[in-house]
């Protein structure tokens, strides 16, 4: 396993479409969360699971957006009714039950 | 609430300089990871350090958890050394990381 991976690493988009994003966890990880990191900030959390439940959302994960790990591996995260506000690299990371995390090479949305 | 804060927010260096980056937090963590963002906004990491010390080729880092700190040191610093470090805690084992504003390194020729 060559760690987490992320799909697409680019879109761009026009606002008001709905977009859809995919990760790979490490293959044994049990954790899987998403970040969204905007320009100079540090990585913002958004939500989590572990396995396939969903167990903390973020106020920041407004109702245009949802996230599924419907067999505990793969995860996607969907926005609908895209605004140019959520143009923003979104990442992926994994771990085991509370110890490191490893994170993804990132999709970076733009909205136009 | 909780606060992680970096420190310096920007530092440009001399090729073959030593530097010393801190991470100051607001509570007791059970983890504390420490992160090389590259210029394509991969996140590398280069620590798991909730607490004591860990050295990997020029790079090493400190955890004083008592005293809510960490600090990351580089030495004979490079121009590949360049780009955003960040540290990132979680507070209980159950909370998603935490993650200062970084500082912001420039390795200069």
């Known amino acids: 396993d060559t760690g987490v991976s992320q799909d697409p690493r680019h879109k761009i988009t026009k606002r008001g479409q709905n977009v859809t994003f995919r990760c790979d966890p490490i293959?044994?990880?049990?954790?899987l969360y998403w970040y969204r990191q905007t320009l100079g900030q540090g990585p913002e959390f958004l939500t989590y699971?572990?396995?396939?439940?969903?167990?903390?959302k973020s106020r920041l994960l407004s109702d245009r957006f949802s996230a599924e790990r419907p067999k505990g591996s793969f995860s996607t995260l969907e926005i609908q009714r895209t605004e140019q506000g959520d143009s923003a690299m979104y990442l992926c990371?994994?771990?085991?039950?509370?110890?490191?995390?490893?994170f993804g090479p990132g999709t970076r949305l733009t909205v136009l | 609430g909780i606060q992680v804060e970096q420190s310096p927010p920007d530092l440009i260096l001399q090729e073959g300089a030593n530097s010393t980056l801190r991470c100051n937090f607001s509570?007791?963590?059970?983890?504390l990871q420490w992160f090389h963002q590259n210029p394509w906004g991969q996140l590398i990491n280069l620590f798991y350090?909730?607490?004591g010390t860990k050295q990997n080729g020029r790079l090493s880092a400190t955890t004083v958890a008592t005293e809510r700190y960490s600090l990351l040191y580089i030495s004979s610093s490079q121009t590949t050394d360049s780009g955003v470090y960040f540290c990132?805690?979680?507070?209980?084992?159950?909370?998603?990381?935490?993650f200062g504003k970084g500082t912001r390194l420039s390795v200069i020729a």
């Open positions: 990371a994994s771990s085991l039950v509370g110890v490191e995390q490893f």
């Open positions: 293959s044994e990880h049990n954790r």
């Open positions: 699971f572990q396995n396939e439940a969903q167990l903390e």
């Open positions: 509570d007791s963590v059970n983890n």
């Open positions: 350090i909730p607490s």
């Open positions: 990132a805690v979680d507070f209980s084992g159950n909370t998603p990381l935490v």
